[in-house]
């Protein structure tokens, strides 16, 4: 189906309901945009992220992705000596001689991204200086672009944000006369991109393209042909570029969960105009699959309360998918950032008493969830022991980000996320 502009149906985005938020601003314990790297790298395959921080961050990502260094990894960590740090040395030149080595010795890397850290933000190091300077040297093979994965004031997803924002203005620009377009926004596994192009295909929309792309060469054209829609909620800075260069976004639910995966179909399927009984075959046999696999968990876990702390910024459509498909009862859902924007459909969906906050003050928060003692708690890893010692049954969220969680055939899995540290500490009782 090829369509043009103006016979794309975008909904205008509706306010979410009134509902009082409860904002904090204290201490609070996240990991740093650098996390984004461990599962950016293995999506864009032909990608390298060069970090240019300290030992912490080397330690870092070598404890969360330990498993690879006895492979070629695509990240690395151009670390900054003290000399670096107290100005004695040229880091600009010293940069210019790592990413030299770098590129002779992997010549399949296409794009290279400079990751900042804290480290270099606070020494003031300008990485867009310096990979405008190394593209210029080492263009057109090889893109070289840069965001900060900074731990200062930010969550750990945000890295997947900025790394995608700074992808968007180096979008190659629509043939002109193309027809409509749909960009899935959002790194996904491949299992799932695969599963979600087969289903826009047999919807008819098209052409779809997903943003990353697994090859740097082919990343989706953006314009004002354009309309997209995003797969992962935190994507606020690359939503906002991607509107600067004309395209126009589909405001929809999350596709978590049978009911998520519905409607965020259905919100594509409505703008490129698919016939609803089109849509009722297409989806029918899948959503029923998860619909089956979301109910052999839901024993386990109807009327389990749930407590989110703030992190990924995937609790709210996490909270409504436990919700709404398994009965489980929210009493807090703490968000590190509340975009009320592209929360709103999510937000209707849950319950008016349900508490949500937005930031945190971790030591008076975790009071709350003491007293209200939660059947399960998500959290970061640095609150999950202290919970769990005071008999507190956790589930990681980190974890919900690295596992393919989204669309149809992945329900049931998500699902399972909840029910088995909950099964676990049965088993321990014992
Ligand atoms: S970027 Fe900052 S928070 Fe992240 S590992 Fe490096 S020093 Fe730590």
């Known amino acids: 189906m090829s369509l043009t502009r103006e016979e794309i149906r975008v909904p205008e985005f509706k306010g979410c309901r009134q509902r009082p938020v409860l904002r904090q601003r204290g201490q609070h314990e996240v990991f740093c945009g650098l996390t984004g ?43 900054l000596e003290e000399k670096d740090l107290a100005g004695l040395a040229d880091m600009n030149d010293e940069l210019d001689v790592v990413v030299e080595r770098l590129l002779e010795r992997r010549p399949e890397i296409r794009l290279l991204f400079l990751v900042g850290s804290c480290p270099s933000e606070v020494i003031k190091l300008d990485l867009s200086r310096a990979a405008h300077r190394l593209s210029k040297i080492h263009s057109p093979g090889v893109r070289i672009l840069n965001y900060s994965g900074s731990g200062i004031e930010t969550t750990f997803t945000q890295g997947e944000d900025a790394c995608l924002a700074s992808l968007v203005p180096n979008l190659p620009p629509e043939p002109e006369g193309a027809p409509a377009s749909l960009m899935v926004v959002g790194a996904l596994s491949d299992v799932v991109e695969d599963q979600f192009a087969r289903i826009f295909e047999q919807l008819g929309i098209g052409p779809v393209r997903f943003l990353p792309a697994r090859l740097a060469d082919d990343m989706p054209a953006v314009g004002e042909n354009t309309v997209f829609i995003l797969a992962q909620p935190f994507l606020s800075d690359t939503a906002r570029a991607l509107e600067a260069a004309g395209a126009r976004m589909l405001p929809a639910p999350f596709p978590l969960g049978a009911n998520g995966t ?58 409504r998918f436990l919700h709404q498909e398994l009965g489980m009862i929210p009493s807090e859902i703490g968000t590190p950032y509340l975009n009320t924007k592209f929360m709103a459909p999510e937000l209707d969906a ?10 945190q003050d971790v030591d008076v928060q975790l009071d709350r969830c003491l007293s209200e003692r939660p059947d399960i708690a998500v959290c970061g890893l640095g609150l999950a022991n202290p919970l769990e010692v005071k008999g507190i049954t956790t589930k990681w969220s980190i974890e919900l980000v690295f596992t393919p969680i989204q669309g149809y055939e992945q329900a049931g899995d998500l699902a399972e996320l909840f029910a088995r540290p909950l099964n676990r500490r049965t088993r321990l009782e014992v």
Do not use: Y
């Open 262 to 319: 519905t409607e965020w179909f259905r919100v594509a399927a409505e703008a490129f105009g698919v016939e609803p009984s089109l849509f009722d075959t297409v989806t029918q046999a899948p959503r029923m699959r998860a619909q089956r696999a979301v109910e052999n968990h839901r024993k386990r876990l109807e009327g389990c309360s749930i407590f989110f702390f703030p992190d990924s910024q995937l609790e709210i459509p996490l909270a």
């Open 37 to 79: 790297i461990m599962w950016l790298h293995r999506k864009i395959q032909d990608a390298f992220f060069l970090i240019v921080g300290s030992r912490t961050c080397a330690h870092l990502m070598q404890s969360a992705a330990g498993v690879m260094i006895f492979a070629e990894p695509r990240f690395g960590t151009a670390i």
């Open 350 to 359: 849950l319950p008016q008493n349900v508490v949500v906050s937005e930031g």
